[in-house]
């Protein structure tokens, strides 16, 4: 069962990221405020839905949160500033986005830098204990989920629509085959002996 709550402020946001171990595409965020009398039995760590339950959040979140964002950090960036700093602008991106600000935040994971002057709690798998977080796991997933099959109709052989930019065999296999995109990060080591690649 999933706790709205941690701290003791109504305006409490959840963060989280999605696509952080991915080889193309961007790492997106969401950050979202529940009303204080929001439950949904469905709600869960986006990992842990399938994509049909996810679509079907998806507006139920965007309708009954008091306030959302989201934000995608591309892969220039990401290769500029590195995936762990390009997840965190993501993050405070999207929370930048809310209408009222948050009094606190409380964000997936260990690692966090200060947003402005709100208070904040990092939480290990905190998309599995807060509904704040579920919430935002499962926006930052269907927003970037939407982007890389958007991105599939130019590049098809590598099937984004299906592993959306992760490392599946069928994707490096494909790197190994036809070089790299613009939308790959090339930071990212893409193939696992990283051969040279034809950019």
Known sequence: MLLLNYSNKYLECGTDEAGRGCLAGPVTAAAVILKENF???L???SKQLTETKREFLKPIIETDSLS???????????DNINILNASILAMHKSISQLNPVP???IVDGNKFKPYKNVPFETIIKGDAKYMSIAAASVLAKTYRDHYMTQIHDEFPMYNWKQNKGYPTKEHREAIKKYGITKYHRKSFRLLPEQLKLSL
């Open 103 to 105: 009094e606190f935040i």
């Open 39 to 41: 439950t949904n039995t």
């Open 68 to 78: 959302f964002g989201v934000a995608h950090i591309f892969q220039e960036e990401i």
């Open 43 to 45: 709600l869960n760590d």
